[in-house]
């Protein structure tokens, strides 16, 4: 919706009176009505929160028609229902389009004037009094927005029979077109500031999330790592990491059922669970279980994260790992010059717990071998027709790739899948970590 300012909505006022009837007998418009429109445009063209302009319109409104009262409806879109916003109630009235006088109004979008409500029956089956007095006649009017969308019902209330006259039924309309664009600007400017704190609260937890991420790749002689996280949103349900714990690299990358901050949340979670359960001194096969059996009876039914886990030792060049539904693995063979891809070892974290679990699985990295996590998002991404970049598109950007360090081979990766994706779009989260052991390292 565009911002609108007071003298827009001068000109759809005055607009709005250029297609309504002149006062019977004249074709000029009254100095007193003039005035009481002009009060009006001045006092609604300044935004304020809803509650308070609302309470204005019908003022304002008391004023120009000359009511004892007034009774303002908004419409619920979702509902489809009207909703009576002023007078405010502990249980606000509820009305369908076309029960009472209120609903027809909306159904028909016609305003109706009931010059004695003791003797109309439609009244009389919803009748409406307020406290102070009991009505006896009824000004209906409804609330069209600007783009011919039903935002709601005006109703005056006299407690004359008669009470209102060709000149109210001149200036009802008129009130309800000013109403209409402050009841839409006050709309614009609640969204514009919902999504603007939605922001700050985005920004904060991104921030948070990249925090978890390592800063710098640890060093570790003999080998070359990088770590590399792209969300599909301001936050994803993917994480890393590469940490030394005790002379031995820990590596993660988990990969939470969903995007935003839900997944996120459940990621981070994992991976706090884990680094604290190692720096208690947990080995990698009682982690697992633990993480495991504290996720399941944390994460809903229909929650799970996938993670690959293991540590890398540097000396003896040998990975243990376990791969909880994460997969595939790659391991690139240098000196055969051969692609082998690890199946998980077990079900994702979280669907059930475990009493005991599997050893872990060790793969021996040989001098130029290559252990690559890759998330979903890169195997999965699809091109306009549904093809997915695949192992085979993984595979041979490794291979032909091998000898650039990882942070360029990551990179290369990537670029690769959104080439390959023809513009489709990033679809999942994109996470890597890629380890190499140098050529020329011995096997000590």
């Keep these: 919706m565009r911002h609108v300012t007071p003298r827009g909505l001068a000109f759809a006022i005055l607009a709005r009176m250029n297609e309504l009837p002149t006062i019977p007998g004249t074709e000029e418009i009254s100095r007193e009505s003039l005035m009481r429109i002009l009060e009006i445009m001045h006092r609604l063209a300044s935004p304020e929160a809803m509650p308070e302009l609302l309470r204005e319109i019908v003022e304002v409104g008391k004023v120009a028609i000359v ?145 978890t ?33 005790d002379g031995q690299l820990f590596m993660l990358l988990g990969d939470a059922t969903g995007h935003g901050f839900g997944p996120a949340l459940s990621a981070t979670q994992m991976q706090a669970m884990m680094r604290v359960a190692f720096r208690l001194g947990a080995g990698l096969d009682d982690a697992y279980r633990q993480v495991n059996n504290q996720m399941a009876e944390d994460l809903p039914d ?18 243990r790992f376990h791969s909880a539904g994460q997969g595939p693995i790659l391991h690139y063979h240098a000196a055969e010059d051969r692609l082998e891809w690890h199946k998980p070892t077990s079900f994702p974290l979280g669907v059930m717990e475990l009493d005991g679990s599997d050893p872990a699985r060790r793969v021996a990295l040989a001098p130029g071998d290559i252990l690559a996590l890759i998330s979903d998002g890169v195997y999965e991404f699809a091109n306009p027709a549904g093809e997915q970049f695949g192992e085979s598109g ?31 779009g990033q679809a999942d989260d994109i996470t890597l970590v890629m380890v190499r052991r140098q050529p020329g390292t011995d096997a000590s």
Aim: with cysteine; aromatic share 8%; glycine share 8%.
């Design 67 to 211: 009511a004892e009262a007034g009774v303002l409806w908004l419409y619920d879109n979702d509902a489809e229902q009207l909703v009576m916003v002023t007078p405010p109630q502990d249980e606000p009235r509820r009305r369908a389009l076309g029960d009472g006088w209120v609903g027809v109004c909306a159904r028909d979008r016609a305003l109706s004037n009931i010059r004695e409500c003791r003797e109309d029956d439609c009244f009389q089956a919803d009748p409406l009094h307020l406290p102070e007095f009991e009505t006896r006649s009824l000004f209906n009017v409804p609330i069209i927005g600007q783009d011919d969308t039903l935002l709601g019902v005006m109703q005056w209330l006299g407690a004359r029979p008669g009470q209102f006259d060709h000149h109210d039924e001149w200036v009802g309309p008129a009130l309800a077109a000013q109403a209409a664009v402050a009841i839409q600007h006050a709309y614009m400017t609640d969204e514009l500031l919902a999504n603007a704190i939605l922001e700050r609260e985005v920004a904060v937890a991104r921030e948070i999330q990249l925090s």
């Design 213 to 245: 991420l390592p800063r710098v790749m640890p060093e570790v002689p003999g080998y070359d790592l990088h770590g590399y996280f792209l969300p599909t949103a301001h936050t994803g349900g993917d994480l890393y990491d590469l940490v030394m714990l």
């Design 302 to 319: 229909d929650r799970f994260i996938t993670a690959f886990m293991g540590f890398l030792d540097p000396d003896a060049h040998e990975v």
């Design 394 to 424: 993984v595979g041979e950007v490794i291979r032909a790739n091998r000898h650039r360090p990882m942070a360029d081979l990551g990179k290369t990766l990537v670029d690769a899948a959104f080439t390959f994706g023809e513009g489709g």
